[in-house]
Structures are given as structure tokens and as C-alpha cells.
């Protein structure tokens, strides 16, 4: 099993929040585990896969994952560095509630009736705020549980969450593309890079990518990136720095896309999120 820790950052009633760390040393399948609450999991660093009997899901920081309680799943580490996800048990009564019909199962106790969702910007910067704030000790605990049941809306709304529907073989196609990604986010990758590690054609890449996850191969990369950004911001007062850390060509094109996607420039954030 794979060296990880769990700092609890929230606890009430409603929801329970851990900030959970893992070192990734199993680069294979780990022994079967079992969930012993239903949590949504929003992976904001590194990456691992999720197996779930002959279902598997990469966890990135584009992807909400939902851990039924009492299901058994296995969990491997393809590429170096670890991972670590702000992990948010809510009570079941409340995702009664939250949750639309479409995302769940038809059995009670309540369960999700798919391993994950894409998620977007606005779910992304939530993830983000609540776990700064919680860690920084600048949330209330109302205002904690708001932002809390918030983000659980946006993850799972019928209108901001896409679920991924394609064929084995095109699912597989598009984890490895993620995987490759994963492996050097700052990497200024081209198409041929990519297709040729994923051994396939440039063109039938972006094809697949696109119609799969709904959304440009180039626009993936370039949100991982940023949810990238969003984790290390408390740590660098060089913004500029941290731009070209991540691969981007300027400081203006690091604060642009950054804006573009969550409505404010990374020093905006900062303030925001007391950070600075």
C-alpha cells in the first residue's frame, strides 16, 4: 500500500475535509482497499490511477472521484511524484439533496453510479480557496461549509459536470494522453510528442481527445497547468517565477490564462485567498 497521510482540515455535521498526501511508492496495483465513507476526492496534485473491478479512472486535477462506502478498489501510481487530494466526506442526507439523479445509483444507501466527472475552472479555484483557507485558519466554520457544499454543487451540477463516455479502447487511448501529460506538466509538448509516445497519429489524437473528453487536447493541458498553479501559489512571491516554472512563455501569459480561467490574475488570487 501506498506511504500516504490524512490531515483532517473540517469536521461537522455536515462534512468531513482531509487533506491527503501520498508519497506514490506503488507504482503498481496496491493491495484492495475499501471506502468507508462516500467521499468526493479532488486530486490537485500529481496523478494515480483508480481500479474499480475492471474499471479505471486517472485522477488529475481536471477530475472530481467518487469512493462509494463499502467498495473495494486498488490504487496505482504510473508516474513519479506522489499525489495529494482534498478528500470531502458529506453526510448522505446532504447529497441526497446535492446530487442530481442522473449521478447516482439506483439502490440505497445513497452511492455515485460513476467512478468520476470532469470538472471545470469554477470547481477548480473552489478546491483550491477551501483548502488554503482551512489550512491557513482563515474560513469560519459556517463559511467553511458553505464553500464546502458549493464546490459539491459545481462538481456535480447536470450543467458544469461532463461525464466521459466513449469505447474501451478510446478511453484507454485518452488516459495514456493524460498519463504522458502528467509526467511533465511544464514540458512545452507538441502533438507528434504525444502521439508518438501514445502510438498514434497526431490527428487521430486530437480526434479521439476531443470527442471523448469534450474539450482540445492543447485546453487539458493548459487547465492542469493551471490547477498546478493554484497549489503552489502560497509558496512563491516570485509570480513570474512560478509562470515559467509551469511552461509558460511570459509573465503576461501566465497571468492571462490564468485570469481567462478563474476570473482573477494569480496576484489577485493571492489576496483573495490570503495568500499574501
Not at 56 to 62: G, M, Q, S, Y
Not at 68 to 74: G, L, P, T
Not at 77 to 95: F, I, N, Q, R, T
Not at 194 to 207: D, F, K, N
Request: hydrophobic share 40%; proline share 3%.
Amino acid at each position: 500500500m501506498s506511504q500516504f497521510s490524512a490531515r483532517k482540515i473540517l469536521e461537522t455535521e455536515m462534512v468531513t475535509v482531509h487533506d491527503v498526501l501520498c508519497s506514490g511508492e506503488c507504482r503498481h496495483r496496491s493491495d484492495e482497499e475499501c471506502s468507508r465513507v462516500t467521499s468526493l476526492v479532488f486530486p490537485y496534485r500529481g496523478v494515480f490511477l483508480r481500479h474499480v473491478g475492471g474499471n479505471d479512472a486517472v485522477a488529475e486535477a481536471n477530475q472530481v472521484l467518487f469512493f462509494n462506502r463499502d467498495e473495494d478498489y486498488r490504487i496505482s501510481h504510473p508516474v513519479d511524484g506522489g499525489d495529494a487530494c482534498l478528500s470531502m466526506a458529506v453526510h448522505e442526507a446532504a447529497l441526497e439533496e446535492l446530487v442530481p439523479k442522473v449521478h447516482r445509483a439506483a439502490r440505497s444507501p445513497f452511492a455515485f453510479n460513476k467512478q468520476r466527472l470532469r470538472i471545470d475552472a469554477r470547481a477548480q479555484a473552489l478546491v483550491a480557496l477551501l483548502r488554503h483557507s482551512l489550512i491557513r485558519g482563515r474560513a469560519e466554520t459556517m463559511e467553511a461549509e458553505t464553500l464546502a457544499m458549493t464546490l459539491v454543487r459545481r462538481a456535480v451540477g447536470e450543467r458544469t459536470a461532463r461525464a466521459a463516455t466513449a469505447s474501451i479502447g478510446r478511453q484507454k487511448l485518452v488516459d495514456r494522453a493524460k498519463l504522458i501529460l502528467s509526467s511533465d506538466l511544464a514540458r512545452r509538448w507538441t502533438l507528434a510528442e504525444i502521439a508518438r509516445e501514445a502510438g498514434v497519429s497526431p490527428v487521430y489524437l486530437t480526434q479521439v481527445f476531443q470527442q471523448v473528453e469534450g474539450t482540445p487536447l492543447y485546453r487539458y493541458h493548459l487547465r492542469l497547468r493551471l490547477a498546478k498553479a493554484l497549489d503552489l501559489l502560497g509558496s512563491y512571491d516570485d509570480l513570474t517565477g512560478l509562470g515559467l516554472d509551469l511552461g509558460f512563455s511570459s509573465h503576461s501569459h501566465f497571468s492571462a490564462s490564468f485570469r481567462q480561467a478563474y476570473g482573477r490574475t494569480p496576484a489577485e488570487f493571492q489576496r483573495f485567498a490570503g495568500l499574501r
